[in-house]
């Protein structure tokens, strides 16, 4: 059967079966809560390119007996095959009659366009890359080779084998004695260069896993050379990420953070694959303005609490709030009980019984604290609190950044009906749409609660306003410091201090902060998205709540059942916008006046 004639079939289906539940008064099922005319297709792709992605990855054994694919560099057959994916889902796209689609099916079809064009483009690039440090991997085809065979347990000369990767020894030594007398390699090719060896290593310690042991001449040939290979290549990656240097927009600064702006264009083309349509000046612009709102309120909390405009000793006081040691998980139960009873009582939302019963709670462990010193949740929030083994001031830095009043948004924006949540109703309604994730819907639904309860009067006392406005102003700090690091504005000593004199941070808390921002495995743009995905939903809140088109509940809930995507699109099948297959996105959700 053609597939754009199984595409109506499916269509007149999908229409038939929701008009005729939408007629049963006693149904209230309706098959686009779970499906779209495009579903197929984006569980098709994924699946096609997780299976290519996997069986062109090395193989490592883990603990379990048996191997499993391990994440690494893609080898230049496997991104070829990528690629060739790609290519034939953008054809198959193609022939979808869009027009003939309900407001879900075109929404899938866009942000599936949009993840293919945005892979090929990262596959493109990454191959540009690669053609730059191909000449410090003068051995790399070998392994690839070499683990080509391994796939299918081709028969192998362990002795061949053992001669060759002692040829590729020298090849590795006389590559490190070179790169050495480089005076320096750009930061991104050099991470570029450091992954490639990484990948070639990982590669090759599969193959000899594959072998060893169960091949008898390889077992006798091979283990000796394998392991002096093995030890170069190792030393040979350090030594190629040694020999990056700073991009030219990031000065040195005492911070010792090394990390890689991306510059304005870069920023300009994530904003617009993650359908935010505002310059990074607009948003640094947008960042202060809710900022001096914060500052406003928290000068009036200040004063209630007798420190006239001295904010920081009113936030001192707060901070050694502190509950003692041992009961801050009753302390968490208490202010999750807080925000289920004021939610329910406001009829914002009806906390689903199994997601209400299920969440748990951990403990941080002393040395996780040293990275991240606040809590951390999903589907369990996650207690950052001094345990007997931390030293004294580390055990009250972690106390006071704990405290009952810090606390009080982090843990509804943990759980219910924060992230605990989301993990719930995502696995229940569209899960293929995990694909289309963003942390512009996953942190600012848990950002836009925070936004909502503090509107609605949540925060009572003085001490209260100002616990919850610590979280705001820090998430307007983090655009603010973001996008200026990235623009090659600040430096992250810059960035750490602001942190410090506006937000009111412990410094070793802020240099952390940094440090993750820019160091660690967040993306440029996801520290800015917990303000700016709030606001978007605090917007679509007032076009469709305040205007009365729906009520608090059904609002929630149709954002949880349209799953992990751009808020944008989440806006679309709300209002059921008109949509063409070429959608740029456009939507203005903040006001300047």
Partial sequence: MRYH???????????????????TPKSKFNLYEQSSEVAGLVIQYTQDIREVTSFYSPMLVRG????????????????????????????????????????????????????????LLTLSLEEKEYAQIAKYIPFANVIYDLEKQRRRGNKVDGQKIAGDLNDLLKIVKESAESVKKVESIDMPLAIRGEEAVTGIETRLKGTYEFYNGYDPLFSWWVPKPYQALDSALTAY?????????????????K????????GRDELMRQLGVEMISYTPDELIELANKEFAWCDKELLKATQEMGYGTDWKKAQEKVKNSYVPAGEQPQLIMKLYNDAKDFITKNNLYDYPEIADETWGMQMMSPERQLVNPFFLGGRDIIISYPTNTMEHEDKLMSMRGNNPYFSRSTVHHELVPGHHLQYYMGSRYKPYRDEFGTPFWTEGWALYWELLLYEKGFAKTPEERIGMLFW???????????????????????????LVDRVGHERANAEGEVRRSFEGSYGPLYQIAYLLGGLQIFGLKKELVESGKMTYKQFHEAIMK?????????????????????????????SFK
Avoid at 73 to 101: G, H, I
Avoid at 484 to 497: A, M, S, V
Wanted: glycine share 4%; charged share 30%.
């Fill in 5 to 23: 004639y199984f595409l109506k079939i499916l269509t007149l289906i999908l229409l038939v079966s929701a008009k005729s539940f939408s007629q």
């Fill in 64 to 119: 379990r007996g048996f191997a499993t694919p391990v994440t690494v560099l893609n080898s230049p057959e496997q991104r070829k095959r990528l690629n060739e994916v790609d290519k034939s889902y953008l054809d198959k796209l193609s022939k979808v009659d869009f027009e003939a689609m309900s407001i879900y099916g075109k929404v899938d079809y866009i942000l599936l366009k949009r993840n293919i064009e945005d892979h």
């Fill in 237 to 253: 990656a350090k030594t190629i990420k040694a020999k990056g240097k700073l991009n030219s927009t990031q000065k040195e600064d």
């Fill in 255 to 262: 911070s010792g953070i090394k990390g890689t702006p991306i």
């Fill in 472 to 498: 705001r102003m820090h998430r307007c700090a983090r655009i603010i410091f973001s996008l200026n690091y990235h623009l090659g504005k600040w430096t992250p000593q810059e960035c750490i201090d602001f």
């Fill in 562 to 590: 349209e799953n992990n995507m751009p808020i944008e699109m989440v806006r679309a099948t709300l209002i059921n916008q008109p949509l063409k297959p070429d959608f740029k996105t456009k939507w203005k959700f903040y």
